[in-house]
């Protein structure tokens, strides 16, 4: 019944931004953690941005400083804003929707590619 929709992925240049969206139905954005999760080919799964259900923000040091994760309570829906992208940033992003604690409620979209070109 839970469905997380990605959107926004592409191809940007090194320097560039995009914005990755996340839309959510069947649950209420509001009452739950959000997060994304990026993995390169042959790397593990790295946090890059989490958003708590309390209202908090965390950041890979990686991304500090460039990404922001944000979410509309109105369009229930989670973004990612990646801005000076970098080479580096290049992977497969997932985003993540939880309830802490429970090893039921937690969520993931299948993943949009971001490559990033020098």
């Known amino acids: 019944q839970v469905q997380l929709v990605e959107s926004g992925g592409g191809l940007a240049q090194t320097g560039g931004s995009l914005r990755l969206s996340c839309a959510a139905s069947g649950i209420t954005l509001q009452f739950y953690g959000m997060a994304w999760y990026r993995q390169a080919p042959g790397k593990q799964r790295e946090l890059v941005a989490q958003?708590?259900?309390?209202?908090?923000?965390n950041y890979a040091d990686s991304v500090n400083g460039r990404f922001t994760i944000s979410r509309d309570n109105a369009k229930n829906t989670v973004y990612l804003q990646m801005n000076s992208l970098k080479p580096e940033d290049t992977a497969v992003y997932s985003c993540?929707?939880?309830?802490?604690?429970?090893?039921?409620?937690?969520?993931w979209g299948q993943g949009t590619q971001v490559t990033v070109s020098s």
């Open positions: 993540n929707v939880y309830r802490p604690g429970s090893s039921f409620d937690n969520y």
């Open positions: 958003f708590t259900r309390g209202g908090s923000t």
